[in-house]
Structure formats: structure tokens, C-alpha cells
């Protein structure tokens, strides 16, 4: 039932999504570049690996001696706003659609944090990632890691259909508040440590 509802509220939804895709990219592309699209190697459903489609929002600014610069500095005007507004996580619905993503679910992090997970944070790998979930309209990167996860178990163990309306009807509320964007003195979440 949630594949279904995933797949029929997105192809429903494409009209509205679809053109603010095409906006997006092309301001990203003038703004910030090639390539257009951000993707990565995360862990999704039993942890398997899949390559989830983001915009770019960083430039790809080095220093002296061609490392990446910090985040900080390498995240624009434009790469914030993308972020604030959750445009840069459209392209996701692509991964919805493939099945490799739900609309709701805990969000996918790194593949680094795989082995620093406890037994029970590890639960989270039950169901399949999302691009919004329950930890995000509870404070998104503004709560600490052992928050987020018992938010991200707590879904898994009280998912249904209707919790899955409510998260995404929160979340766009979230959005127009832009609330919890980023931690506390930083542009991103900080790494999970374990």
C-alpha cells in the first residue's frame, strides 16, 4: 500500500513538480555550474546501497593544495537558499518513482555511519528511506543525533498511511518556515560520530 501511495501521489503531483524541476536546473546550472545534479552513494532499505539524485548546492572550491574547502565555504548565496527552501531535494522524486526512496521515511544518511550505528539505531535501515520524515518535521539538522534516531526508529515502529499524510502535510509547512535547516553554528548537520 505505501509503493502504491508513493508512486500514485508523485505521478499525480508531477504538474506542479515537474516545471520547478526544469526552473531549478537551469538556475543551478547558470548559477553554480556543471553538473547540474548532486549524487551519492547512500544506504537505503536493509542498508542496501543506492545512488541518490540531488541538485548541487556547493561549489567545488579547493584550496592551495586542491583539497575541498570546508562547507561553509563552499556553500553559496544560492546553494542556501536551494537548502532552505528544500529545492535541492526535488530530484529525490526520481528515486521515489525507482523505488529506491519513499516519500516518507527516515532520511538517508552516509555509508560511513553504517557501522557506527547502535543495534537499535540500525532499525531505521526497516523501511526505505524518504525524502522527508518523521525526525525532520520534529527539528530536521536542529536536533541532536540521538534524537533524530529514536525519531527515525519511532516511525518505523508506528508507521501507517495516515502518519505518512500527516509527515508530508507537516512538512510543507516546515518549508514555508524554513525551520531547522541547519545545526547550531554550522551550514550543515555535523558528522555522526557513533
Known amino acids: 500500500m505505501k509503493r502504491a501511495f508513493d508512486i500514485v501521489l508523485t505521478v499525480l503531483t508531477a504538474p506542479l513538480w515537474a516545471p520547478v524541476l526544469a526552473v531549478v536546473?537551469?538556475?543551478?546550472?547558470?548559477?553554480?555550474?556543471?553538473?547540474?545534479?548532486?549524487?551519492?552513494?547512500?544506504p537505503g532499505l536493509h542498508g542496501k546501497p543506492f545512488r541518490m539524485?540531488?541538485?548541487?548546492s556547493m561549489t567545488d572550491a579547493r584550496d592551495a593544495a586542491g583539497q575541498l574547502l570546508p562547507d561553509e565555504q563552499r556553500?553559496?548565496?544560492?546553494?542556501?537558499?536551494?537548502?532552505?527552501?528544500?529545492?535541492?531535494e526535488l530530484?529525490?522524486?526520481?528515486?521515489?518513482l525507482k523505488g529506491d526512496m519513499s516519500l516518507v521515511g527516515p532520511r538517508p544518511l552516509l555509508m560511513?555511519?553504517?557501522?557506527?550505528?547502535?543495534?537499535?539505531?540500525?532499525?531505521r535501515h526497516e523501511v526505505r528511506p524518504?525524502?522527508?520524515?518523521?525526525?525532520?518535521?520534529?527539528?530536521?539538522?536542529a536536533i541532536s543525533w540521538p534524537d533524530k534516531f529514536a525519531l527515525d526508529v519511532w516511525y518505523v515502529d508506528n508507521r501507517s498511511l495516515w502518519l505518512d499524510v500527516r509527515i508530508i502535510g507537516m512538512t510543507l509547512a516546515k518549508v514555508l518556515r524554513r525551520d531547522g535547516i541547519s545545526a547550531a553554528d554550522s551550514s550543515t548537520m555535523e558528522r555522526f560520530r557513533g
Open 75 to 88: 556553500l553559496p548565496a544560492f546553494g542556501r537558499l536551494l537548502r532552505s527552501t528544500s529545492l535541492d
Open 25 to 42: 536546473a537551469l538556475l543551478v546550472r547558470w548559477r553554480l555550474g556543471s553538473p547540474v545534479f548532486f549524487r551519492q552513494v547512500r
Open 112 to 123: 560511513d555511519y553504517l557501522p557506527l550505528y547502535s543495534p537499535e539505531q540500525a532499525r
Open 91 to 96: 530530484p529525490e522524486l526520481w528515486n521515489v
Open 130 to 141: 524518504g525524502v522527508t520524515g518523521w525526525a525532520q518535521v520534529n527539528g530536521r539538522n
Open 53 to 56: 539524485v540531488k541538485f548541487r
